[in-house]
């Protein structure tokens, strides 16, 4: 309304029109249907007080709720009887609108409705949509929002996303100002669709007659909406009750009135939630109900006991990414010229990128690939096609340049090194070879553990040595992992089911290109192991030490450390 103005707007005036509060002498909560209506016109007569020809809103016509005391009507109060905190009461007047909204038209449940901005006021007309019975999908551009609001739309069954190829839809709300919004809303209605137009829109923008045409052609029914009667308000109470948990995440937080400046830029970016001015001092501020999700890392105890310094300080250094980057880098991509989502996986490795180095333009100077080699005990059980002495002619073709990864490195400039973390063999001194060998080949983990948690231990950290001493030389930007063992796919299957849950009949494949029968045989090895050890599935180090390879271990501490340096 200051860059634009408002045609009901009065200035100089103090603004506030979503209020709740209480009457000093008697205690009484109140919320406040922000109309003055004067009860004589047409309108007023015919029931549409908001349509009032003289009609005055607080906080635009007078002053409103951004204040300590607000002089308002007696006909302009709510009492409110029903247990509930009053900042929630906020929600009353843009439920009301929606309420009025939907009052033009007929509705049947399970109907489909399209809601055009995920904002408080698209996301409380999701609910009351909801409540009602009605599929309903909401088409949001702002990541940083569609970020904030998953856990809401999962919790109540709300599709969330930033456009569709569904068509069709039984309805249409436009909860935002912008003109596309509203042609899409037309396009995107069956015959016969219906229409709330709710929002007015940005000004000085054109809308093609062809489309406007749609309304004739479909014969769409489309009403206008602005602002709610006294019987919506008094309608939107209860809603407000029965939805204090919803709309509790759509909170930003709650501020003391000298806070107020301090949020402005994010509530003018157009990313913002719902932020409540608390005037009486009596509410603490509110925390943002929905923080951004950061999961918890957990490897499990090493010998019981806590991690080594080395592993301690490397998992120490790994920090949570920047939700906040991420949503700018997305933002960056959609506004590119092109449909959404039109070059794929590319856009997620770009936005995925940018968020692990914290920056909106990453460079890539320093590619580097680590293949980490190992035998396996269990080959001895017949679960791979191919011997195990294939490991050492393997890791020597790789030194020589013959394998597939070497001309993929050769092809994109990255710097390969091999390392030898427990291969039965030895090798001559070699540019692409480190030597951080744990053991010979681990043990046949369907008869003994495949490894000591010492050996595990030690293979997560030379793992992580490697990454280390590569980067201290010179900083990596983009780093992958590989690994060579015959009958690392039966270890690598035992650990996905341990942690899981899965059978291995779920997980297993042909690995090396076992036939049916050999497939057969490698499940079996594997169920029978899984029964014999029963790894805890939230314990790494319990997990590798049973039935994990020393390769394995060796990605895993590698992975670690590029995290901990911020490698991508």
């Known amino acids: 309304m200051w860059d634009q103005g408002h045609r009901d707007l009065i200035l100089p ?30 309108y007023c007569t015919e029931g549409r007080e908001n349509l009032c020809e003289e009609m005055r809103i607080i906080g635009f016509h007078s002053d409103g709720g951004f204040a300590r005391y607000v002089s308002v009507p007696e006909d302009s109060l709510v009492p409110i009887h029903e247990k509930i905190e009053p900042r929630f009461l906020t929600f009353a007047e843009p439920a009301a609108c929606v309420l009025n909204a939907l009052s033009r038209f ?7 409705i399209i809601i055009y901005g995920g904002g408080v006021l698209g996301m409380t007309a999701a609910l009351i949509c909801r409540e009602r019975g009605w599929f309903v ?75 406007l045409n749609l309304i004739h052609y479909k014969e769409l ?67 943002p109900t929905l923080p951004y999700r950061k999961d918890k890392f957990r490897i499990g105890k090493q010998n019981g006991s806590e991690l080594s310094p080395l592993l301690s300080t490397i998992v120490a250094n790994i920090k949570p990414l920047k939700e906040s980057i991420r949503d700018q880098a997305q933002k960056k991509v959609d506004l590119k010229t092109k449909p959404l989502g039109a070059l794929g996986r590319i856009e997620k490795l770009a936005v995925q990128l940018s968020t692990i180095k914290n920056s909106l333009n990453p460079k890539v100077e320093c590619k580097r690939l680590f293949v980490f080699a190992g035998d396996h005990g269990v080959v001895e ?45 030895d090798f001559d001194d070699h540019p692409l070879l480190i030597s951080k060998k744990v053991g010979r080949g681990t043990r046949n983990f369907a008869a003994q553990k495949a490894m000591t948690l010492a050996e595990a231990a030690l293979a997560i950290e030379n793992g992580a040595r490697v990454f280390l001493e590569k980067n201290k030389k010179m900083r990596c930007d983009l780093v992958g992992m590989g690994e060579m063992g015959i009958g690392n796919s039966s270890s690598a299957t035992a650990v996905i089911c341990g942690a899981t849950g899965l059978s291995a009949l779920q997980v297993a494949g042909r690995g090396t290109g076992v036939d049916d029968k050999g497939l057969e ?35 895993c501490g590698a ?10």
């Open 13 to 42: 005036r103090v603004p506030g029109h979503e209020i709740a509060g209480y009457d000093d002498k008697s205690g009484q909560l109140y919320t406040i249907w922000p109309g003055q209506s004067c009860g004589t016109c047409k």
């Open 106 to 112: 007929s509705q049947k449940q399970g109907e489909r």
């Open 137 to 211: 999908t909401v088409i949001e551009q702002s990541q940083e929002k569609i970020s904030r609001l998953h856990s809401f739309c999962d919790l109540n069954s709300i599709e969330l996303c930033k456009d569709t190829v569904a068509a069709d839809y039984d309805m249409a709300i436009n909860c935002c100002d912008s003109h596309i919004a509203f042609s899409l809303c037309v396009t995107k209605l069956r015959k016969g669709g219906r229409f709330a137009f709710f929002s007015g829109l940005e000004k000085n923008e054109e809308i093609e007659t062809n489309l």
């Open 221 to 287: 029914e489309l009403y206008g909406s602005y602002g709610p009667r006294r019987e919506h308000m008094v309608q939107a109470v209860p809603f407000c009750v029965r939805q204090q948990r919803n709309l509790a995440m759509l909170i930003e937080k709650t501020l003391l009135p000298q806070d107020v400046e301090s949020v402005l830029p994010h509530i003018l970016s157009g990313n913002g939630l719902k932020y409540i001015i608390d005037f009486t001092g009596a509410v603490k501020p509110l925390q």
């Open 381 to 425: 059980e017949g679960v791979s096609a191919f011997p195990s002495k294939v490991t050492v002619q393997m890791v020597e073709n790789f030194l020589a340049g013959g394998a597939a990864i070497n001309t993929f490195c050769r092809q994109y400039n990255i710097e390969l090194s091999v390392i030898d973390m427990g291969v039965n063999g």
């Open 521 to 555: 045989r490698k499940t079996e090895v594997i169920t029978k192991a899984l029964a014999l050890h029963q790894p805890e599935k939230d314990n790494g180090f319990d997990l590798l030490s049973k039935v994990g390879g020393y390769e394995l271990g060796g990605i």
């Open 559 to 568: 992975v670690l450390a590029a995290a901990s340096e911020g490698c991508c």
